[in-house]
């Protein structure tokens, strides 16, 4: 649970699905792979119903046994179909307000992310919000298999800088949570990304429907 008596000088951000809405992208490509497989499509709450990490698990679920293809063929078809389309994909309402009202207050702000690096920072820069966030973690890889060794890495950079050790972390997913433990952090999850929010409510912590919800949320624990 959170707590509201504590003071949080550091907010990591989730990115696919918290700050950036690809979640009906995501869907429609992994149809795109299940037509192809002669597997039945899932709707968007399906696949809220379904999503998971590591991602080889979800694929798994949607229905695809890797007998034609393989998940790294199939994961890498899924992310060149995502690079090509990502581009028509926008920010969630209410991003770039709470970020910049963040900045104002001088709380750092940092990224940790399940997907590749490379195509992170150009994301990031695209939509110009890159200046936003003291450290960007992103994956070696594009299988999306989980960030927890990324998370400690992070958790370890803030704290042996000399910065108070308090975080919270945001997101969108069960995975995030499972993160925010990992490295001793409190977490807010956002259910308008990857996962629906029944999923969420079970893990017994806040969880805000979008970006105005967390902005008044935030504004009492900040405060």
Known sequence: MIN????????????NGTLFNDVELCATIMNVL?????????SLQRYKEI??????EYYKIAGHTFERKSFVDLGKQFVDEYELRKAGCDLFPGVLELLSTLKKKKINQHLLSAYEQRYLNNILKYNRIDNYFQNVFGLDNIYA???????????DRIRSNGEPGNILLIGDTIHDYEVAKEINSDCILISHGHQDEERLLKLGIPVVKNFNDLDILLTELLS
């Open 34 to 42: 299940l037509i192809q497989e002669s597997l039945p499509k899932i």
């Open 4 to 15: 509201s008596s504590k003071s949080y000088d550091n907010i990591i951000w989730d990115w």
């Open 51 to 56: 999503f998971t990490f590591p991602v080889i």
């Open 145 to 155: 298999g989980g960030k927890t060794h990324l998370a400690h890495k992070l958790a």
